[in-house]
């Protein structure tokens, strides 16, 4: 795609997230022929991006919020777990969430995160705080959502470390 080409390509996807901005980012990425990674960057506001080197501080904070909602999305499935971020251990070359039989449990490649997004938007008409992450091609690994309490409103505890998180790396890595 020649420079021109993006140029076009973005600007018209920026106009999609105009005209719906709750919409679903992974359609506007497979309508367009982009990356997920370069529709996010789209967004007009509400995104801080961190350096992947934070993969495993992020994640450890995570696993200290209780319950959030864990996401991989690819064009054939959409998968959900709700429930506590287990803690991670390395070994063998991969983060390990011990999550056990009652849980999420995996086995993570932390080097091949390039790239992490807290995310602050309206998705399907509800407020939502996701914290998305990335690899070298702008592909989605996984997203980690803040959770909700009974009343459907994003916890106030999470939303209160989401920031902090945000904030903290941002400043790490000096794009604030």
Not at 37 to 60: A, K, N, S
Not at 99 to 116: D, F, K, V
């Amino acid at each position: 795609m020649s420079d021109l080409d993006h140029a076009e390509t973005i600007k018209e996807i920026k106009q999609a997230i105009a005209a719906k901005p709750d919409g679903v980012l992974e359609a506007l990425s497979a309508q367009y022929g982009v990356s997920i990674q370069t529709v996010l960057e789209c967004l007009p506001e509400g995104v801080t991006r961190v350096d992947g080197r934070h993969f495993i501080d992020v994640l450890t904070d995570i696993a200290k919020w209780g319950d959030i909602t864990f996401i991989c999305h690819s064009k054939d499935a959409i998968i959900e777990f709700s429930g506590p971020l287990p803690q991670g251990e390395m070994g063998h070359g991969m983060y390990n969430l011990r999550g056990g039989t009652g849980g999420l449990s995996g086995h993570l490649r932390p080097e091949n995160c390039a790239a992490i997004f807290f995310v602050r938007r309206l998705f399907m008409g509800m407020e939502t705080k996701s914290i998305q992450f990335f690899n070298a091609e702008g592909e989605t690994i996984f997203k980690i959502y803040v959770g909700r309490d009974r009343e459907r409103k994003l916890k106030a505890v999470q939303v209160e470390r989401f920031e902090r998180l945000a904030m903290q790396f941002t400043k790490t890595v000096g794009n604030a």
